[in-house]
């Protein structure tokens, strides 16, 4: 399952919804009243067609809804035994019996999710995780179907996708009962919403709530990280299964729920119609999945925050921020620029909901993005011909791995600097020196790498916790820098113009580069 956990149930609940109509009432004396005046809440009953009671819906709606269940075999390496030709050896003779340990063992594995069919010939939606591999080794061997009259069906699998957790399967059976998608894009916060499913493999079960959010960013990351949020109660075992509004549409698919014990605990999230349905329409036909791929690396926290957007010199929450250009890319032929902040794509903006992996994804490859750009703060564009999007695999393998633990600094005092604070670099509270090959070499950096190293981190500093010795630091507000002296430049720099911080691009051994604010003392 998808963490939060994987979840296939919504909610909804009986009784008198609420409208909003203003009302005469007190003034604040510019002719605008309290939203909550006196009279400007009216309860009313629930719209036409809107049920009293959830039975009868669920009584149509349930017969649609199946279980998902997979049988995996798991094979692993054995641990080896480091107290092979000791005393102790056959106390752990499970660990493989020898130094280097063992033959790889076979073991039997399972999966348990939710499904809903949408035709009446046997077309089942389910999440892509529901029936992946559930560990490091595992192949999935069998899919089985169960509907809500015990039968069961081997499926096949006609299409999936890791981007979406999106997945269609096929099972041979007619006159199916079966359910259609709705409209998602008129879902609004407050609506009633129910989920059925099959959380902890407990046999169909029916939850009703609200949906708290709409576009919801979950930090997954990625083209498809816009989730409608609800509190109902959605558990292991539901991811697949439909989100239903009153009319007994499917306006989400449960993916995911935000949990620190794996319960539910009211926050869960289902993949919106509008998403899915495009995607499953297009495995229906035999197709794959497209998607835009620009080749840029994107800061964390999505879009600008108050820190880099006062270190850049423009207004927060305005685009995106690009860590890093894949060489040869797309992006790096156009002349993008790692530090480039992308205001639009294509005229439509950049936003939390509307992130710019999202606007590029939905380019068709073949095709050219405009990039409306603010560059040193300076505005510019860059028109990008758009390539398929690698699979996430190959993503993950070109990228490197994670930054290595930018922004989690222990504040070891072998990385502060002991006495006054550092000459060069003083207003960071940083001291500096040039990056040698040796020293490139030392720190684990790639070898050609220009900067200056750190050498040491006063606590008192805002770059305490954020940076550490060792640290090689490329560019100021996009200004390289190779020595002390032009570090303190573009700092100077920086202080003359206004602004309370800089944007350090920092590389911590092999990982990607990464963009910091840090605070001018």
Known sequence: MRYAYAITSALLLGGATATLALQPGTSSGTGQVAQNEPGAIQAVVPKPGAPMSFADMVARLQPAVVNISTKQTIVQKQQANPFAGTPFGELFGGMGGGPQGGPPVKREGASLGSGFLISADGYVVTNNHVISPGAQGATVDSITVTLSNKKEYVAKVIGKDQESDLALLKIDAPNLPFVKFGDSNGARVGDWVVAIGEPFGLGGTVTAGIISAINRVTGQGGAYDRFIQTDASINQGNSGGPMFDLNGNVIGVNSQIFSQSGGNIGIGFAIPAATAKPIIATFMKGGTIERGYIGVTLGRGGTIDEDTAAALGIAKNQGELINDVTAGGPA???????????????????????????????????QTARLDILRNGKPTSANVVVVPRPSADKLAATLGGDAQGFGTDDGDDDDAATGAAPTAGAALGIGVQPLTPAIAQAVGVEAGTQGVVIAAVAQTSDAFGKLKRGDVIISVNGTPVRSATELQGAVTTAKAAGRPQVLLQVKRGRGPAQFLPVKIK
Request: charged share 15%; no cysteine.
């Open 332 to 366: 790096a032929r156009a002349g993008v620029r790692a530090g480039d902040v992308v205001t639009k794509v294509n005229g439509q903006v950049v936003t939390v909901d509307q992130s710019l992996s999202y606007l590029v994804s939905n380019v068709k490859p073949g």
